[in-house]
């Protein structure tokens, strides 16, 4: 523990050139305690576990400890055999701490006299020193002056040619020279327009790529409210609905809560069940059963994203609380069949009833309003609503419909310029506050479902 740890070796031409100075573990864990205090880090729980171990590993020289499936074992509590493929959570988390590392030492951490970086591709982390990040500098503003071309302003000087007939001579020569200078400025100017339009031609490619990639960020209303979501350091988790869930419910008129989900005792109560009603429940709360509507949605969705960046998709049973303390969050399908909705229907004006009969309930109506609203084909209601996350350091969107078909169309109201431009109309501004919706769908058979605005809410102060 007491060895100087090296974090960058660089090579100098001279050996009497001095060598950055080693780092002890001690300097090392000094440095740590900094980060894990810090504003970047106090809110993430999980990126502090992550860090702290991965720096614990290295200064103790455990390199085989760092691999992603021991990592995920070690530090979220993984099965060690567990499908790094399926679950890429040490890379979520590893990406999320690469972001508050920057977001340190751009800020409070500048000045920091230890940085430690965690590169891309790999979970071992670099420890360089303020002596180590000079000597990088100056390499680097030595290697720019060895490979750079001595520039000057001036022009070059006619040759002075001395002979008896010394007039003569000079006219020859400063004609040869101006006929020189203008060819020179004739072949200057063509490769100027040759590279102008290079770059323009460029730009033009460019643009029309980011277009057919980045379609959205194209209309205004549309670009306006996904920023929120894709331009942040975060990452923004589509969490799909348990339609087993949901179906079990259904079935057996019995309904359960968040808790009794992720703890799966609910399983416990399908036991007790008469006869083989036990058994049924049992088949039914063990199928993944995904509607087409509701993968159509997330298709949807992910298009906003097309690298694969910062869109990740979950299915209810899978998510962590910790992800929805963190991230940014779309919650897709009513309380019954996404359980994590629990988590804001006290927030919420408009909610779900389900026993005895469904219906969407207003809590507290204005005039003109109604207080519940119920739906029979080919009527339909969802609700939408945008929201911070629970501790305010992300935004949540839920999408609930009566419905797959309604859902479906609730969250394809918040992809269509129309629809969010109009509702910007409605509001009288160009960027959207925190809002619910209770919006009236339609099908008719052989055309696209239709969407309205019931009613609304809207939660300014919550920015």
């Not at 590279?195 to 460029?202: D, K, P, R, T, V």
């Not at 959205?216 to 409210?225: G, K």
């Not at 919006?439 to 920015?463: F, M, N, Q």
Request: hydrophobic share 40%; proline share 6%.
């Amino acid at each position: 523990m007491g060895t100087p740890v090296g974090a960058v070796g660089l090579e100098h031409g001279s050996a009497s050139e001095p060598s950055p100075q080693e780092l002890t573990p001690q300097q090392i864990r000094a440095a740590l305690s900094a980060v894990l205090l810090s504003t970047a880090f106090r809110a993430s729980k999980q990126s502090q576990h992550l860090l702290q171990y991965l720096v614990d590993q290295t200064l103790e020289g455990h390199d085989e400890m760092l691999k992603e499936r021991i990592v995920g074992a070690n530090v979220f509590e993984r099965n060690p055999n567990y499908d790094t493929g399926d679950d890429p959570i040490v890379r979520v988390r590893a990406a999320d701490l690469r972001k508050r590392l920057t977001q340190y030492y751009s800020g409070e951490g500048a000045e920091s006299p230890i940085k430690i970086e965690i590169y891309p591709g790999s979970y071992r982390p670099v420890f360089i020193s303020i002596a180590q990040r000079q000597i990088i500098a100056e390499a680097a503003e030595a290697a720019i002056a060895r490979n750079s071309l001595p520039i000057s302003g001036s022009l070059p000087v006619a040759p002075v040619v001395e002979s008896p007939n010394g007039t003569q001579k000079t006219a020859e020569t400063a004609g040869r020279y101006i006929r020189w200078m203008r060819f020179a400025l004739i072949v200057t100017s063509l490769v100027i327009i040759v590279l102008i339009g290079g770059c323009i031609a460029m730009w033009n490619h460019i643009q029309s790529t980011d277009r057919s990639f980045y379609p959205w960020r194209y209309e205004p209303s549309v670009a306006a409210f996904w920023s929120g979501f894709l331009d942040s350091n975060k990452p923004t988790d589509i969490v799909m609905s348990d339609s087993s869930f949901s179906l079990v419910q259904d079935l057996f008129q019995q309904s359960f809560t968040l808790q009794e989900y992720l703890s799966r005792s609910y399983i416990t109560e399908l036991n007790r069940l008469p006869g083989s009603q036990a058994s049924q429940a049992q088949f039914v709360a063990g199928r993944e059963i995904t509607s087409e509507s509701e993968v159509q949605l997330v298709r949807r969705l992910s298009e906003l994203d097309p690298l694969h960046q910062k869109m990740h998709v979950y299915n209810a049973h899978e998510y962590m609380s910790d992800l929805l303390r963190e991230d940014n969050v779309i919650l897709i399908g009513s309380r019954i069949s996404d359980p994590w909705d629990e988590l804001f229907d006290s927030r919420l004006n408009f909610s779900y009833s389900f026993h005895p009969a469904a219906k969407i309930v207003n809590r507290a109506p204005k005039a003109g309003e109604q207080s519940s609203y119920t739906w029979a084909a080919p009527i339909g209601y969802c609700i939408l609503a945008y929201l911070p996350n629970p501790n305010h350091s992300g935004k949540v969107i839920l999408i609930e419909g009566g419905s797959t078909e309604a859902t479906e169309a609730a969250g394809e109201f918040l992809l269509s310029e129309d629809s969010l431009s109009k509702f910007e109309q409605v509001l009288h501004v160009t960027h959207l506050p925190y809002f619910e919706l209770l919006l009236k769908t339609s099908a008719v058979r052989g055309t696209p479902i239709s969407t309205t605005i019931e009613t609304y809410r809207t939660y300014p102060d919550l920015h």
